[in-house]
T-cell receptor, first 112, second 113 residues
Framework: ETGVTQSPTHLIKTRGQQVTLRCSSQSGHNTVSWYQQALGQGPQFIFQYYREEENGRGNFPPRFSGLQFPNYSSELNVNALELDDSALYLC???????????FGPGTRLTVL | SQQGEEDPQALSIQEGENATMNCSYKTSINNLQWYRQNSGRGLVHLILIRSNEREKHSGRLRVTLDTSKKSSSLLITASRAADTASYFCATDPIIQGAQKLVFGQGTRLTINP
């Protein structure tokens, strides 16, 4: 069974740029959630996708957007990057919208 | 805003001792989950306890849940150096729509050899 994978591992961008982060869900999982974890903090929920539809959103501005594909992999897009977007971005998959979530290793984004 | 609050924020003990971490939360929940994170890497799921359960065990881990006090505790027995990590509780609040896990700020556990 393949776990959750994320790419890239690390990324450096400058303010104003756009970034796309990718996540492959665990086999058999149809739900993907994205979280942002600032240094020294707990993860904060960005949004969730269930069967290719957004299924809930946290307190993040519209410049954070996402997609889920038919194979249940997912992308997180962030436009107009700000310094405060520097964080570890975590993707989690689950076999349904109300089950245990299994996390990938994360993408470390640095905005200069 | 974060619902869960872990206590203590940091804990340092000797190898072989037991470690207890506590979590408090604010709203009604479907379940509560505990995760471990090593050095800013991905989260490892440890245990899930549902709102109708009071205690759960998994190996050296024991989790309790008191929904009347809106609190949970994680006990790690016979600690090992490899248990050094940050531990987070995450609540699954009863809301419509997404299963939005709400994390606390975590407890940094250090096991000294």
């Amino acid at each position: 069974e393949t776990g959750v994978t994320q790419s890239p591992t690390h990324l450096i961008k400058t303010r104003g740029q756009q970034v796309t982060l990718r996540c492959s869900s665990q086999s058999g999982h149809n739900t993907v959630s994205w979280y942002q974890q600032a240094l020294g903090q707990g993860p904060q929920f960005i949004f969730q996708y269930y069967r290719e539809e957004e299924n809930g959103r946290g307190n993040f501005p519209p410049r954070f957007s996402g997609l889920q594909f038919p194979n249940y992999s997912s992308e997180l897009n962030v436009n107009a990057l700000e310094l405060d977007d520097s964080a570890l971005y975590l993707c989690a998959s689950s076999p349904g919208a109300y089950n245990e979530q299994f996390f990938g290793p994360g993408t470390r984004l640095t905005v200069l | 805003s974060q619902q869960g609050e872990e206590d203590p924020q940091a804990l340092s003990i000797q190898e072989g001792e037991n470690a207890t971490m506590n979590c408090s939360y604010k709203t009604s929940i479907n379940n509560l989950q505990w995760y471990r994170q090593n050095s800013g890497r991905g989260l490892v799921h440890l245990i899930l306890i549902r709102s109708n359960e009071r205690e759960k065990h998994s190996g050296r881990l024991r989790v309790t849940l008191d929904t009347s006090k809106k609190s949970s505790s994680l006990l790690i027995t016979a600690s090992r150096a490899a248990d050094t990590a940050s531990y987070f509780c995450a609540t699954d609040p009863i809301i419509q729509g997404a299963q939005k896990l709400v994390f606390g700020q975590g407890t940094r556990l250090t096991i000294n050899p």
